[in-house]
């Protein structure tokens, strides 16, 4: 049986080998060992930092901006390190002999989240993240890499022109202004929304929501807003789509002289919330058929091959009620026998494939609920929430309107589902409770940095560092 610590550097090698021989790690270093709790087996979490080599003469390497002016080793090797974090049973005789190798996002991996996650570690996988991203900090629950700094030859920083496109906000012909190297091009001013008639949507209810934002929304904040008008009928219908231009008049009206900013990001973050992901979402993401366009061009299937797409599905008794209606969501979350054969038979993940018939036509149906979205526990919680989240909007502009901006842009704590949902939720509520209590005394600058430091860790850890640090806790 390998022993855990050459399963571990089998995973971090399979890491960092990702083309043969163009990278090499040459130290690994396991810096903290401990328990980690699981229903089923003993767990136990590993965190380091392994070290690693690149070749910069190996054309495979040559892809990476400046190797050549990158510093190098005794060896001609170019260095960078990156931290891990591996679980994996503390008996590796009981392990599965499989391991998932999870890619953080902005340096989160949450493979110690529940979910699939939860499932993975109860059947005895053995589960990886590392950090692959040099732009951002390492830190408790954040994978992070370390990259060499290039310069030029004589130590001097690398700089260049950047070039952006640009284009003529006048409706005169002509071609974009030159832009001379090495200088930044003016900032475009924006531009109206085309008149109705030269790109009017074929459907009068939805070309009427396009007029109304071309005519009641500055212009700053008009191609967002449409934008969001796209979002919320494709994820409900037209009338959600109204609803939502509703709620960014209410906005606009509650003060005066409301900042094209505020609207701006008012109407992003409103539609990212009104398009939350449930199961019903998620089905009819699985279902389109853009999609298996999508990864049978991933995969490159060939003449005569079938490709079978495997979805792993775990709803837990908590989303199942969120998609029922709300008195019936209610029954089914007492305790008794409804709940507890839900629960049982949701316990364990379900494989479902979505490229057979049944099990496309499962998720279809599952999606079909859609018409009913309205009337489910969810839709009602979400709408009381967002309708708190705009009348905050609007009392903060009315004393400070860079605050407001802040405020709005704070959804971007609530997304995703299940436990990933719940912990921003959380962190929202308490942000939110933040500028209730310090009111004008808040600035906008330190709102923001709370903001950062809950996005950075969704466990709150760093949130309530922060709270601390600026005396708010």
Known sequence: MPSPLRILSLAVCTLACAVSAAAEVVKLTVEQRQPLANARQPYEKLTGRFYGELDPRLPQNAIITDIELAPRNARGMVEYSATFTVLKPTDMSKATGVLVYQVPNRGRANIEGGNYFADFRAAGHVLVASGWQADIAAAPGIEAMTAPIARNHDGSSITGPAWTPASRTSSSPGAADAVAPGTVPPSPQPTLLAPASASRPRDPEVAALVERVRTSMPVEAQEIAVEGVRRTIDWQDVAHARLYLDRLDRVRGAAAGVSPRLLTETARHLALWMTYEDTIRVAALKTRATRFERVHGEVRVGTGQVLAIDEYLHPRLQEICETLPTGLARWLERPGWPRRWVERWTEKGKVVTTSSLSGFLLLYAIAGLRRFRRKSARFAVEGERIDAWLAEIARVAAIDPALAVEVAQCQRLVKGYGDTHERGWR???????????????????????????ALADEHGHGLAAALQRHALA
């Open 427 to 453: 962190n929202f509520g308490v942000l939110m409770g933040v500028v209730g209590r310090a009111g004008v005394a808040l600035a906008p600058a330190t709102l923001a940095e709370l903001r950062d430091a």
